[in-house]
């Protein structure tokens, strides 16, 4: 069945330095990758998605890269802050009847100060 | 825009009673709508899919007749969780996504935690 795989699980950077999250869909046919921001008890936040005719896209401190042939997406965060710590989850649309979203397992960012 | 809302914000059951929880957007139609639920420190699962005027779409394992989707209008979903369990305790996030703007970006509502005693 659809699957997205996301590395690593937790993620623990310096103020200033990049984090890098990576995942890996299953479903080739998979055309739309978001990536959404969830602190504790709230809803899920997008921050950036990219559509497959694009290989990257950048929005500020945020860049998400995607390699198609590979099947592999990637969320970099520069110049990282406090604020950014979070858990991160990328996720994929399987096409279909209702197009529906298979999210990744997620990965807790620890910005340290 | 594209504001989404959940009703309750958190809910307090006995075990074998039933709740409802609400999904509405608020400022846009949607003929589709997503329920998901998130066990602690785990990722969003879609429970099942809402169509506006039909059957919901369940995924596999969730039970169909335990938790119940109606999707009666273009901004109003609901889920019940009949005969709840202790096990059914968990964050459901409502999501939609816009019919007028298309696309496929969902906008998610502010969960709803039950807790099942």
């Known amino acids: 069945g659809e699957n997205v795989e996301q590395h690593p699980s937790t993620l623990s950077v310096q103020e200033g330095d990049s984090a890098v999250i990576k995942c890996t869909y299953s479903?080739?046919?998979?055309?739309?990758f978001p990536w959404y921001k969830q602190e504790l008890g709230k809803r899920p936040q997008l921050i950036i998605d990219i559509r497959s005719n694009v290989g990257e896209k950048k929005d500020q401190r945020i860049a998400v890269t995607l390699n198609k042939t590979a099947k592999h997406f990637s969320l970099h965060i520069t110049e990282t802050q406090p604020e950014d710590s979070a858990v991160y989850f990328c996720?994929?649309?399987?096409?279909?009847?209702?197009?529906?979203?298979?999210f990744g397992t997620g990965t807790l960012l620890a910005v340290q100060p | 825009g594209a504001v989404v809302s959940q009703h309750p914000s958190w809910v307090i059951c006995k075990s074998g009673t039933s709740v409802k929880i609400e999904c509405r957007s608020l400022?846009?139609?949607?003929?589709?709508m997503f329920w998901y639920r998130q066990f602690p420190k785990q990722s969003l699962m879609l429970m099942a899919t809402?169509?506006?005027?039909?059957?919901?779409?369940?995924e596999q394992g969730v039970e169909k007749d335990k938790f119940l989707i109606n999707h009666a209008s273009l901004t109003l979903s609901t889920l019940t969780v009949t005969s709840a369990h202790p096990e059914d305790s968990s964050f459901y996030i409502c999501s939609a996504r816009d019919v007028e703007r298309g696309g496929y970006e969902q906008y998610f509502g502010p969960g709803t935690r039950l807790t099942v005693t």
């Open positions: 479903d080739s046919a998979s055309n739309y």
């Open positions: 400022d846009f139609q949607a003929t589709t």
């Open positions: 809402s169509n506006e005027g039909s059957k919901a779409t369940y």
């Open positions: 996720a994929a649309l399987v096409l279909g009847a209702t197009n529906k979203l298979i």
